[in-house]
């Protein structure tokens, strides 16, 4: 089964019900938050979570069930030690336009001992992150310490944070939105940027950049769900007043005809349709907001939810695999540089099999990682075959290194070649790279 990342998704499943968003006090944790996911771990149940997956998915779920099972094991483990609620902390962007790191804070049964779960991770993740308390059944974590807030005023507002948080109702998960004035800014930058030059590149760009900013706009907004098998979710924005409502409406059906676009025009371009156009173009072309005074519902269920939940996972699966290619292609080079330190070091003699790498690389652990297929997780998915015994007798184009999947050459994957180049065979395109003319195709690559 091939390994993904399915953080998106899981949070999609997720999004709770039931929902209060002043029961979520984002800026008790920092000033500039701008979202909040938060979990419950006694009300997360992963049997739902699977059927919500079948459900939506079909046999996409079946990528889900590995991360299913593991969620279910850490929320075990996690109720364990009197853990309550996961909260994600999302912050917007600063003065200079950068995204800060989000927070994390988990909070305690009354009785619990955070120390114990502060203990653990201080052990397992050591210098990787930096733990504060916020009263007595709460933490806060960050990854490193100068991103904690200050301690004191801190504290006794994480304490509310926690008790707020057991309020919400009978919701397993809820995300909240809460736009600041800084992200409103680094948006109608953005705005003002696509305005002057982004149609040149990108027509239709500042469509999309107007619905951003009527967003943004928003005072908050709320994602709910039903999980099973008749799964629903629900985007509820409240805008400042009637008229702000209305613009946002207005803003959909144009952004949504723009992302449409884009996504015909990526696929004529490039052949393969990009991920994120193609998820912005499915989603906007199914929902149909209703206003009601100043609040904006968008609502998703039946076939349309599991045409934008399939998109989507498709989307995702997508570009989590390209990320697995580049992962191999990056290992299969640095094991041909690898390759070539050791046969300068052995008077031009090439090594006999990769085991001979280890101290080129970094140890055995090293090693084990780089012959490791990123895609399908085989421990040994990349083979190498000796082109010649010694530099001097070795062709640069000759074909070195093999992605294997199954247990068996991939006939279309990645090819290592003795130059130090990467390439993917592909059925109707010959790979090997041409040798430079002249006396030049014999010498070895810097």
């Not at 079948?54 to 996409?60: T, Y």
């Not at 930096?130 to 806060?140: F, T, V």
């Not at 912005?280 to 519902?297: A, F, H, M, Y």
């Amino acid at each position: 089964m091939r390994k993904c990342n399915t953080s998106f998704i899981l949070a999609l499943l997720l999004a709770g019900s039931s929902l209060r968003a002043a029961s979520l006090p984002a800026e008790a944790i920092c000033e500039d938050a701008v979202a909040v996911i938060w979990i419950d771990a006694d009300r997360l149940d992963p049997a739902q979570l699977e059927a919500t997956a079948k459900a939506l998915l079909g046999d996409n779920a079946k990528h889900l069930e590995n991360p299913i099972k593991q969620l279910g094991a850490l929320r075990e483990a996690f109720t364990k030690v009197g853990g309550e609620a996961l909260a994600i902390v999302v912050r917007g962007p600063d003065e200079r336009d950068r995204s800060p790191e989000p927070h994390f804070v988990v909070t305690f049964k009354d009785g619990a001992d955070p120390g114990v779960l502060g203990d653990f991770l201080k052990l397992t993740a050591g210098d990787g992150i930096a733990i504060a308390p916020a009263g007595k059944r709460a933490l806060i974590i960050a990854r490193r310490a100068r991103l904690l807030p200050p301690a004191g005023k801190d504290g006794d507002t994480a304490d509310a944070f926690s008790k707020g948080l057991r309020e919400v109702g009978d919701a397993p998960a809820a995300v909240v939105f809460v736009p600041n004035a800084n992200l409103r800014r680094s948006v109608a930058t953005g705005s003002a940027q696509a305005a002057q030059s982004g149609e040149e590149f990108m027509p239709g760009i500042t469509k999309l950049y107007k619905l951003l900013e009527h967003l943004v706009a928003c005072e908050r907004g709320v994602m709910t769900s039903t999980l099973g098998e008749k799964a629903k979710l629900s985007l509820t924005l409240t805008a400042k007043d009637a008229d702000g409502a209305k613009t946002l409406v207005a803003s959909v059906k144009p952004a949504a005809e723009t992302a449409a676009k884009l996504d015909e025009l990526v696929r004529d371009a490039a052949g393969p349709a990009d991920p994120g156009v193609m998820m912005l173009s499915t989603l906007l072309g199914v929902i149909e907001p209703k206003q009601d005074g100043r609040e904006v519902t968008i609502e998703l269920e039946g076939k349309n939810l599991e045409h934008v939940a399939s998109t989507m996972a498709k989307g995702i699966f997508a570009a989590q695999a390209k990320a697995q290619e580049s992962v191999l292609a990056s290992n299969m080079h640095q094991l041909g540089v690898a390759i070539h330190a050791y046969a300068n070091d052995h008077k031009g003699k090439l090594p006999d099999s990769l085991d001979d790498l280890k101290t080129y690389v970094g140890g055995a652990d090293a090693l084990a990682r780089l012959v490791t297929n990123p895609i399908t997780g085989e421990k040994e998915g990349i083979k190498y075959v000796k082109p010649a015994d010694t530099l001097n007798k070795l062709d640069f184009s000759a074909k070195m290194l093999f992605e294997v999947r199954d247990g068996k050459v991939n006939k279309e994957g990645y090819v290592g070649y003795a130059d130090g180049s990467v390439r993917r065979t592909t059925p109707n395109q010959p790979v090997a790279p041409k040798p430079p003319p002249g006396d030049d195709a014999k010498k070895q690559p810097r």
